[in-house]
């Protein structure tokens, strides 16, 4: 009977709860639904009673609105906020004007549900009101913004969306924008120039990955002179493939500028030059989302005009490691250059060694007759890098001559480390016999460890490159041999790196992702300590502490970065990052960014202090140990 069934609400198990609920619907209780939801004490009954009368909304709106309404005005924040949830299930329009007001509610939960109910009823009248309870919220709650792009969409009132472009708040215009990309509203281009990142981001995410191609000119037309290092990855890709699939010979410029900038990350130099090279015959598929996206093949001859033009750029503007693509690029594209000034580059002493060793580079690719002269020179001339991109070049056009090359390297010992460090990995590539001999021979010095420490990575490597059955058991025995700790097993690490791809891992690597977190030079996160002058803080045994620092960060920790638990002796517990201790106070900094002053004196006990810092024990490889280590300890 329904009085039974009343009672049952309140039961411990809450599938007897529920099967009364629903047989009390079945019945069409409606006054022993209204009387559970407007009872006092436990919250679970009047939640049931709640939701009954929602189930019965939808045969007799007009009966239960009222009810379901004067719920939005309970003291317990649950009942508001389940009420406001079934009468937005429920489309019960009646409501509006009180969920309206729900918005500026104390509870985060209240609000949360009430912004959700004015979407599903598409009350135009509460767009002003969502964004206002956004601006409110700020950055401080990112289900509130969830939810209020949601309903935002669904009342899709487009103007007033598009209105926020100027709103001083980026929380309400971070809204708008994923509102507008739920709509397809063409107007998201209006962000593309917002002051903050990720609002400039999203807009550009959407224009492209829905796709809304009206608006691909603005999005390839963007500025990028601006964009801070950190996190602009996402931005440049689309900027990028923007320009590719539009294909003018303006779009191919704005590409190629993007591969010569220099505050451009190495990932996003390298798909502009990918862009290039594949100008004529693009992939079918989308070069950021993988989505499939024909394009027609086209005439290289636009891309192949605009990379003539820029070619000494293209060589002196990229890094080390672009400069082999930006050959793949002239090659692919046909660009039409004289193979005697290539020569004339190599050769010439005062331009940049990273341009004379990819016109070597060119030379060879095109077999050029002058590639002969241009090589003897290089292996020849002063500058140990030109001096090593040369015998690479020799694996490929001639092996047993680089063979020679590199045992002759090897047999120097006082030589330049970086010619040392590229002969043994050019070894490694040859597949000479010759070569393999010499390889052994370092296998069994490494074995007994009888090798300068600045090379031990690199024969490492080498022997996991070219495996055979006489070297990999002196390698197993090196590793063996390693110590278990890890810190130890990175001892290898300390020395011999290179700081130019150190810098590059710092600001690129995706898995350790340094700058996040920590500031160089301005450039940066501020979650971890800054950096920027790490040796002099650090000046006795600077290397051990920074590979130490990077496998075991809680070992020591900075000070005002160490995490903690207090539990206190009124019971309480609060964790957090400690700003300072002077022994009678500890100042905390808890997540939700209120600093708490807590005497000493109430601590009755706490936690290790740990260091928020993940360890890149499992991230990085021993050479990219060595380069980041090598990197940091620049840091002067």
């Keep these: ?116 109910a004015l979407g599903q009823m598409k009350s135009k009248t509460a767009t002003a009101p969502i964004l206002a309870m956004v601006k409110a919220a700020g950055d401080t709650d990112p289900f509130l913004r969830s939810a209020a792009a949601i309903a935002l969409a669904r009342i899709g009132d487009g103007d007033a969306l598009a209105a926020t472009a100027t709103d001083g708040s980026a929380a309400v215009r971070l809204s708008a924008v994923v509102a507008l990309r739920k709509m397809s509203d063409k ?161 010439d002493k005062k331009k940049d060694v990273n341009l004379r060793g990819a016109a070597l580079r060119y030379l060879a690719d095109r077999k050029s007759k002058l590639f002969a002269e241009a090589i003897k020179r290089s292996l020849a001339d002063g500058s140990p890098f030109l001096r090593a991109e040369a015998r690479d070049i020799l694996i490929v056009t001639n092996p047993a001559e680089a063979t020679k090359a590199f045992v002759a390297v090897l047999n120097e010992p006082s030589g330049p480390l970086l010619e040392t ?53 002196l390698r197993k025995k090196f590793e063996d041999a390693l110590p278990k700790d890890p810190v130890g097993k990175f001892g290898p690490s300390l020395t011999g790196g290179d700081a130019a791809k150190g810098r590059d891992l710092f600001y690129n690597h995706t898995g350790a992702q340094c700058v996040r977190c920590h500031k160089v030079d301005g450039v940066g996160g501020v979650a971890g300590p800054e950096l920027t002058k790490l040796v002099q803080r650090n000046p006795v045994k600077t290397r051990d502490y920074i590979l130490e620092s990077l496998v075991l960060p809680s070992a020591k920790i900075a000070e005002g970065y160490a995490s903690v638990t207090l539990s206190l002796i009124d019971g309480r517990t609060v964790a957090g990052v400690v700003q300072k201790d002077d022994g009678k106070t500890v100042t905390l900094l808890p997540p939700d960014g209120k600093v708490q002053m807590i005497p000493t004196e109430d601590i009755e006990k706490r936690t290790k202090p740990e260091s928020a810092m993940p360890s890149v024990e499992k991230v990085l490889t021993p050479r990219e140990m060595r380069d980041l280590i090598e990197f940091l300890s620049t840091l002067k």
Excluded: C
């Design 421 to 473: 460090q590229r002969a043994i990995a050019g070894l490694a590539k040859t597949k000479d016999p010759e070569g393999a001999k010499v390889l052994d021979a370092l296998a069994a010095r490494l074995a007994n460890t009888a090798m300068k420490p600045e090379l031990v990575v690199d024969i490492w490597d080498a022997l996991k490159a070219a495996p055979s059955s006489k070297r990999d058991p």
């Design 187 to 347: 107007r998201l281009s209006l962000f593309l120039k917002d002051t903050d990142m990720l609002v400039r981001t999203e807009a550009a995410r959407a224009i492209h990955d829905l796709p809304i191609e009206s608006e691909y000119p603005a999005l390839a037309g963007m500025k990028f002179d601006d964009l801070p290092l950190v996190d602009a990855d996402p931005l440049m890709r689309r900027i990028v493939d923007a320009n590719f699939r539009l294909g003018t010979a303006e779009n191919a410029k704005f590409v190629l500028d993007i591969a010569l900038h220099p505050n451009a990350s190495t990932a996003v130099r390298s798909e502009a030059l990918g862009a290039l090279k594949d100008w004529a015959e693009p992939s079918q598929r989308d070069r950021v989302t993988g989505f499939w996206r024909p394009l027609a093949k086209r005439e290289a001859a636009v891309a192949r005009a605009v990379v003539e033009a820029g070619l000494v750029d293209l060589f002196a503007k990229t890094p080390g490691p672009l400069q082999t693509e930006a050959v793949a690029v002239i090659v692919k594209l046909g660009v039409k250059a004289d193979e005697q000034l290539f020569a004339d580059w190599v050769a």
């Design 1 to 116: 009977k329904p009085d039974e069934l009343y009672k049952l609400l309140a039961h411990a198990d809450q599938r007897i709860r529920q099967k009364a609920q629903f047989a009390l619907v079945e019945q069409g209780a409606i006054d022993e639904l209204k009387k559970a939801a407007k009872m006092g004490g436990p919250v679970y009954p009047r939640l049931h009673g709640i939701w009954g009368l929602g189930q019965l909304a939808k045969a007799k709106p007009e009966v239960v609105a009222t009810a379901l309404i004067s719920m939005l005005f309970e003291q317990e924040p649950e009942v508001r906020a389940q009420a406001a949830k079934v009468l937005g299930d429920r489309r019960l329009d009646k409501a509006a004007p009180d969920l309206k007001n729900l918005l500026a509610d104390r509870d985060p939960r209240v609000k949360f549900f009430a912004a959700q």
